[in-house]
């Protein structure tokens, strides 16, 4: 299987050397060339432009940093939208609004082309070791067909039509920036109350109140170590397309309008480069407690 | 070691069952005394009022439904307290506000016997497995004259001074009613944006929105079956205690507040008696989607 991927920044560049060590043929390319050569070592093709790289593959893998860059990279001027083969398979395995992603597997069938949206969760780590939760919305075909791509990647479920995948990597997203606010407040309020908010930590991790992110998150917020992991700035950009979502759907999200507005005030103090663990200190300055 | 343990209902009975036979000298009390009788087949001694049942016990463990409760079952007419022997060590297990704790840690002092608040988590599975998750709040030398009482029951944590214990639990409670709110909207947006809620809830399994909740109550919420399980009339005592005790400490908790003002509104539609997974009902009503 022919494979090119675009984008080979900080999660495709791992990405495309797992697809390479699992024997699959890969042509890669990246708006600064750089950061695609290392892969040329691993015998993967490093080509100058999109549309030569998706040139004879029988399917294109895109990471890039949101809708607006795969609307430029598949379609824009040069893009590869236009050098595919006839029924190549699209896997768009970055994080952009389902409303796009759903756009896009419309404008890839007008061409003969299979589409899915795979997001995935797992960050740098997962992607290096090849262990990222892949959440993909299509056709069951195309999912069937994206196989032996996702196999070197990490663990792939088909959440639905296209859309799908993107719409899992929000509620991916609601989860993960709720839940930060719940271990904020429990932390915060033990703290205030007399409690060792690491003790407490420990006690909760194996009952009911566990989860990943008191195991990760809670420890930064008890050691105050911000350092990403995930970034403010990315939460509150993803929190803002769920709460964009919902309204749309005409749902009321409450608990994701505000953790929406918590990150963004974070934000707004000039704090986006943290972690998103962060919002601990947002909600511990509000009761003058930082 | 001589321990009583004054009531032996859901929790306290397979509780007081485990300490028998881990070979420790059990005498039992219950209101209701029915619920004591068959823990007698384990050896234990069942008492006809709490001053007898604690009558020369090296340690008295409550479980009870309340602060009042335990008030009352301590301090009350006919209550343990004035039967305790000199330097005895009271250990309540129960679920009540931290400043009841710390009221009553003074008054046993004043009689020259020790006290740990040390509720649970891990509910009546956990009780009869003997896998409890203990929060204790109290000096560390009570702490360490209760491990043979805590090593049958659980797993215990020494979370700071008396209180802390009951603000562990109730920083538990928080996070398990803040993520139940976080994954039933992830389920609902999932749910209206088109894709398989049961595929997103397996899909988001094992990645950084991964909790019990997830994997427990997200199972409820997907199957719509809430039977308890933790009540939602529970949550909402819990949530209210939270509230209370953050505006006591002048602190600002918007999560937890918004979760007890769901959870209330949930018990006052009628359903109480339901599992908390149940908040995924209110949210999904208030969306014209139940």
């Not at 404008?107 to 997962?126: I, K, Q």
């Not at 196989?147 to 990490?154: D, I, W």
């Not at 908010?197 to 991790?205: C, D, G, T």
Request: charged letters at 15%.
């Amino acid at each position: 299987m022919r494979v090119a991927l675009l984008g080979t920044g900080i999660m495709g560049a791992p990405m495309a050397a797992n697809l390479a060590r699992a024997g699959l043929a890969v042509t890669v390319w990246n708006r600064t060339a750089d950061k695609a050569k290392p892969l040329a070592d691993l015998g993967a093709i490093v080509a100058p432009d999109p549309a030569s790289a998706v040139a004879g593959a029988d399917a294109v893998i895109t990471m890039l940093a949101d809708g607006p860059t795969v609307d430029a990279v598949l379609f824009g001027p040069g893009g590869a939208a236009a050098a595919l083969k006839d029924g190549a398979l699209v896997v768009d395995m970055s994080s952009i609004p389902p409303a796009t992603a759903k756009a896009h597997a419309a404008r890839l069938a007008e061409r003969g082309c299979g589409y899915l949206d795979a997001p995935v969760s797992g960050g740098e780590v997962g992607a290096k070791a090849g262990t990222l939760a892949i959440m993909a919305g299509g056709t069951a075909a195309d999912f069937a067909r994206a196989a032996p791509l996702f196999a070197p990647l990490g663990k792939a479920t088909h959440v639905g039509p296209a859309g799908s995948g993107q719409v899992a990597k929000l509620a991916n997203q609601a989860i993960v920036g709720i839940t930060i606010g719940a271990v904020a407040e429990a932390l915060l309020l033990a703290e205030a109350a007399g409690a060792d908010p690491a003790a407490v930590r420990q006690a909760l991790m194996g009952g009911f109140a566990d989860s990943r992110i008191l195991q990760v998150h809670g420890n930064r917020m008890v050691e105050r170590t911000f350092v990403p992991g995930g970034k403010v700035s990315t939460q509150v950009k993803d929190m803002a397309t769920i709460v964009g979502v919902a309204r749309d759907l005409g749902l009321e999200l409450p608990f994701s309008e505000l953790g929406s507005a918590l990150f963004a005030a974070l934000e707004a103090r000039g704090e986006g480069l943290r972690d998103h663990s962060a919002l601990f200190l947002e909600l511990a300055r509000r009761n003058g407690r930082a």
